[in-house]
Antibody, heavy 126, light 107 residues
Framework: EVQLVESGGGLVKPGGSLRLSCAAS????????MNWVRQVPGKGLEWVGQ??????????DYAAPVRGRFTISRDDAKNTLYLQMNSLKIEDTAVYYC?????????????????WGQGTTVTVSS | DIQMTQSPSSLSASVGDRVTITCRTS??????LNWFQHKPGKAPNLLIY???NLQSGVPSRFSGSGSGTDFTLTISSLQPEDFATYYC?????????FGQGTKVEIK
């Protein structure tokens, strides 16, 4: 079964740091582009960033609100995606989802996010 | 960044109704438009990718159309399990922006 399981969420003070993990199973993780998406309470979905597979350069792109504070990385040997969050702000409070870009055919071509984890909650509060 | 304008922001409909949600983008994105369904406490679910391609396992009452800057998600006959929030998302470039969502409620 294809599955993504996030962990690492919790309560952190403004200015603090947190690292989220996303364990992947049921597919070849090293072949996948991966994303982080968040939902602030009562708001819509917001794309946080993506990381390409290593054969496509392995680089990461970020949304403007998190650029310079968040870092996406991957460990293909452990089938795990990470989101390092530094200098956290109250407005970073959200449920964070990791997602997979579909790996074949049109789903890959259109960068469709076809598998999502259940989410992990990050609360930034003093 | 590509701006997404989704409408309506909410709607009330009855079981069996035909429902249409529109999404407009601030620039031409070809067919790089995906639709998601999101229920509270659950992970979002991909419905449509590439503007009109139905994701495997998604009921055929869902369909997508459009290209360029104007897109539509249609539910041909609303079912009880379809009450949820729907989002469009452009995947033409990064940042991969979402629409603000359309909440479909029971009339």
């Amino acid at each position: 079964e294809v599955q993504l399981v996030e962990s690492g969420g919790g309560l952190v003070k403004p200015g603090g740091s947190l690292r989220l993990s996303c364990a992947a199973s049921g597919f070849t993780f090293s072949n996948a582009w991966m994303n982080w998406v968040r939902q602030v309470p009562g708001k819509g979905l917001e794309w946080v960033g993506q990381i390409k597979r290593k054969t496509d350069g392995g680089t990461a792109d970020y949304a403007a609100p998190v650029r310079g504070r968040f870092t996406i990385s991957r460990d293909d040997a452990k089938n795990t995606l990470y989101l390092q969050m530094n200098s956290l702000k109250i407005e970073d409070t959200a449920v964070y989802y990791c997602t997979r870009r579909g790996g074949t055919g049109l789903m890959s071509y259109y960068h469709a996010m076809d598998v999502w984890g259940q989410g992990t909650t990050v609360t930034v509060s003093s | 960044d590509i701006q997404m304008t989704q409408s309506p922001s909410s709607l009330s409909a009855s079981v069996g109704d035909r429902v249409t949600i529109t999404c407009r983008t601030s620039q031409n994105i070809g067919f790089y438009l995906n639709w998601f369904q999101h229920k509270p406490g659950k992970a979002p679910n991909l419905l449509i990718y590439g503007a009109a391609n139905l994701q495997s396992g998604v009921p055929s009452r869902f369909s997508g159309s459009g290209s360029g800057t104007d897109f539509t998600l249609t539910i041909s006959s609303l079912q009880p399990e379809d009450f949820a929030t729907y989002y469009c998302q452009q995947s033409y470039n990064t940042p991969r922006t979402f629409g603000q969502g359309t909440k479909v409620e029971i009339k």
